[in-house]
């Protein structure tokens, strides 16, 4: 069976790792063991914290629904419920958008929720 050499193969994986590499500080963008321990070490934070993005900002919403349903002498659970029973289905990134930049629009939102669960 004959010899053979992936010069072209291993020369564009490297010349990958290498770019990916750029901006790390001394040894870690230019010598090949640091690079790569460096670049593969960052891919695998970028795929877990893609996960954890989505938790972050839900928690984050969460905390902005809760600080704006205190606003209106509610707790979160309770205007989450009493929207679900008046039957309006606004997802958590939008109530978090209107607690933020509408409190008017989420007062009505939050009275709406009041009178469901008093009719329930």
């Known amino acids: 069976m004959p010899r053979v050499k992936s010069n072209v193969a291993r020369l564009k994986r490297k010349k990958q790792i290498m770019k990916a590499a750029r ?3 001394g040894g870690r ?3 090949w063991k640091a ?20 938790r972050d900002f839900r928690r ?6 809760n600080a ?4 209106n002498a509610m707790t979160y ?3 989450m419920n009493g929207l679900k029973k008046a039957g ?3 997802d958590r990134k939008i109530l978090a958008d209107l607690a933020v930049r509408d409190p008017q629009a989420f007062t009505l939102l ?5 009178d469901a669960l008093a009719a329930a």
């Open 77 to 79: 659970s309770v205007l």
């Open 88 to 90: 309006i289905d606004v």
């Open 60 to 65: 984050l919403w969460i905390t902005r629904i």
């Open 29 to 31: 963008s230019k010598l």
């Open 110 to 114: 939050a009275d709406r929720a009041r």
């Open 35 to 54: 690079a790569k321990e460096t670049v593969e070490r960052g891919w695998r934070y970028a795929y877990r914290d893609r996960k954890n993005k989505k």
């Open 68 to 71: 704006a349903a205190h606003q």
């Open 23 to 25: 901006g790390a500080y």
